[in-house]
């Protein structure tokens, strides 16, 4: 079992930085390929980061690419998410992930999911 918590989440301005973190539990953190994603109001939850366990592989769709990065501390079982220039298309509660196995992109993949956090990106 792999519990999950994000923290970090928030209102800020269109152009702005929001840094979020997802602590996990357990000591096979490092075991886990870890992910993001998103879901907006009225909108099918989207697939927004990956990273392998050994953060050999990262993956983001063209919508953030060069905007938003993960990152991993293995040793303190926390995957991050820094995401710059900010749009108010960003706006959604964003949810980390786990799975065991290779990088995916498809929700389904993923078995372990925290709770959520709130990104507001106000124009």
């Known amino acids: 079992q792999v519990q999950l918590v994000e923290s970090g989440g928030g209102l800020v301005q269109a152009g702005g930085s929001l840094r979020l973190s997802c602590a996990a539990s357990?000591?096979?953190?490092?075991?886990?390929?870890m992910a993001w994603f998103r879901q907006a109001p009225g909108k099918e939850r989207e697939f927004v980061a990956a990273?392998?366990?050994?953060?050999?592989?990262?993956y983001y769709p063209d919508s953030v690419k060069g905007r938003f990065t993960i990152s991993r501390d293995n040793a303190k079982n926390t995957v991050y998410l820094e995401m710059n220039s900010l749009k108010p298309e960003d706006t959604a509660v964003y949810y980390c992930?786990?799975?065991?196995?290779?990088?995916?992109?498809?929700?389904?993949?993923?078995?372990?999911w925290g709770q959520g956090t709130q990104v507001t990106v106000s124009s």
């Open positions: 992930a786990a799975r065991l196995g290779v990088v995916t992109d498809v929700e389904t993949g993923y078995n372990y």
């Open positions: 357990g000591r096979t953190f490092s075991n886990h390929v």
């Open positions: 990273i392998s366990r050994s953060a050999e592989y990262i």
